[in-house]
């Protein structure tokens, strides 16, 4: 027993407390490299991919993921929760990782790789299914996944660097989706190009969530430490003040990028003008949103978490509100705006994805010191719940938008219909990220008070290290 104690000490110095090596960080997040090329191109492309190449009207696909996120209210509060509860050997975060990997990888190959001949019917069916099985498996790894790095540290601003590299890394896949997605729309074999993209995707991303089963290891004093009652688990989300106001942020943000990814794409070919141009906004987009990673991290510590999010939904907010004067100006003008307000967005909300899971992460412990219990996956899942709820509402919005304005695909669209387009693409996402802002200035866990609550939970844990000595 003194070993084990002894053991579980040494951890903490090495893991916890103190810095933890760039190789376990590194490890850690390499396959969110895979992970995050398919979530992109799924969510950028794949709506543009069946209402173009499949025929399947965008009524139809906006149902589909709306579908898909009310099936979520099933799959993220059971994935979060199971992964809790999980008291494997190889520990209670990776089995669940290591069992993704092959409903990843299938249902994505699927997605793009609807049989020939079929109707646009039978297209939507296929895509429907595929769509559903993507997003259950997707829930099975991110939730442990992002359970497991609120796990590797309790430093409140290594965590800061734990998910700064993991958007670093993340939208590295995007970038390469990005890649995939201009051959999808520049060459003329569009099914054989998807066909070839989606088998190496599906290889790679499996080779790398193995690799990081193997590399990383979880932290054994957070073993079998999870609520054994479900629902006593999720009222004490609900209870936390901080778990629910954080709540109603991030749903409300969500809201509004939702909009970002799925129709910059239309706002390219149909309001702009320049369709081969969609990639270059999209990374005038992402590639500051990486980049500047190394500059958010030192920031939060010196200005604060919670003034660096604020000031990213305010900057990511304003920058697509300006994107509604795209109506009125010649192409461009046009080009050269959305390329500038591109950038500033970035910027934006590079600063928020960085700082936002360490916040959750802290709240975590806050929950702890409440409960005496470790519901990472509980509370990662609540999130990702509300996250693709709102996604899902907005793109069911977005499609049923698009066909009441009278949208056809491949042609030049009327008024009506462009107006709709930049509202969504502009205004909502403005209206939202103000709302929220407003909402998370009335947020109270800054460093001081976890460092409190930290405090707390250590002396907690001496005095039961001594007991047992």
Not at 202 to 226: N, S
Not at 429 to 446: E, Q, T
Request: proline letters at 4%.
């Amino acid at each position: 027993m003194i070993r084990k104690v002894k053991e579980s000490s040494n951890y903490e110095r090495v893991n916890g407390t103190g810095d933890l090596p760039l190789k376990t960080i590194v490890n850690y997040n390499i396959p969110t490299v895979g992970v995050g090329f398919m979530f992109f191109i799924v969510s950028l492309y794949l709506m543009k991919f069946s209402t173009d190449v499949l025929l399947i009207s965008p009524a139809v696909m906006g149902l589909i993921f709306g579908i898909s996120r009310i099936w979520d209210a099933v799959t993220d509060p059971l994935a979060g929760y199971l992964s809790d509860r999980t008291t494997l050997k190889a520990g209670r975060r990776r089995p669940w990782m290591l069992a993704s990997v092959p409903f990843i990888c299938g249902a994505f190959y699927v997605m793009w790789n609807p049989a020939l001949g079929l109707s646009s019917t039978y297209n939507a069916v296929w895509m429907g299914i595929a769509v559903l099985l993507f997003f259950t498996s997707m829930t099975a790894f991110v939730v442990p996944h992002t359970s497991l790095g609120a796990e590797l540290s309790t430093n409140y601003h290594e965590r800061t660097k734990i998910f700064g590299l993991r958007h670093m890394l993340w939208n590295s896949g995007s970038l390469l989706a990005l890649i995939a997605m201009h051959q999808l729309i520049v060459r003329a074999d569009v099914r054989q190009t998807a066909f070839f993209i989606s088998i190496v995707a599906a290889l790679v991303t499996a080779a790398l969530i193995i690799w990081m089963f193997l590399a990383v290891k979880e932290r054994p004093e957070f073993q079998g430490r999870g609520e054994p009652n479900p629902f006593v688990a999720f009222t004490d989300v609900l209870k936390n003040k901080y778990a629910l106001l954080l709540l109603v942020v991030f749903f409300i943000e969500s809201l509004g990028g939702a909009t970002i990814g799925i129709l910059t794409p239309y706002i390219a070919e149909y309001i702009v003008g320049r369709p081969d141009k969609t990639v270059i906004y999209i990374l005038l987009y992402l590639i500051p949103s990486v980049v500047s990673v190394p500059l958010w991290v030192p920031l939060s510590r010196r200005i604060g978490k919670k003034t660096l999010w604020l000031f990213s939904m305010l900057v990511t907010g304003f920058g697509f509100g300006g994107m509604f004067f795209l109506l009125f100006l010649e192409e461009t003008q046009s080009d050269i705006l959305i390329s500038i307000l591109a950038l500033i967005c970035g910027l934006g909300a590079g600063s928020g994805a960085v700082v936002a899971p360490s916040i959750q992460a802290d709240i975590i412990d806050y929950d702890e010191y409440r409960s005496g219990k470790r519901k990472e996956g509980t509370y990662f899942a609540t999130w990702n719940f509300v996250f693709k709820s709102a996604t899902g509402i907005t793109m069911m919005l977005t499609g049923f938008v698009l066909s009441a304005s009278g949208f056809v695909p491949n042609v030049e669209q009327g008024d009506t219909a462009k107006l709709a387009l930049l509202t969504l693409y502009a205004i909502f996402p403005l209206v939202c990220y103000s709302v929220g802002a407003l909402i998370f200035s009335r947020f109270k866990l800054d460093e001081s008070v976890y460092k409190e609550i930290r405090s707390s939970l250590d002396e907690g844990k001496r005095s039961s290290q001594a007991k047992v000595l």
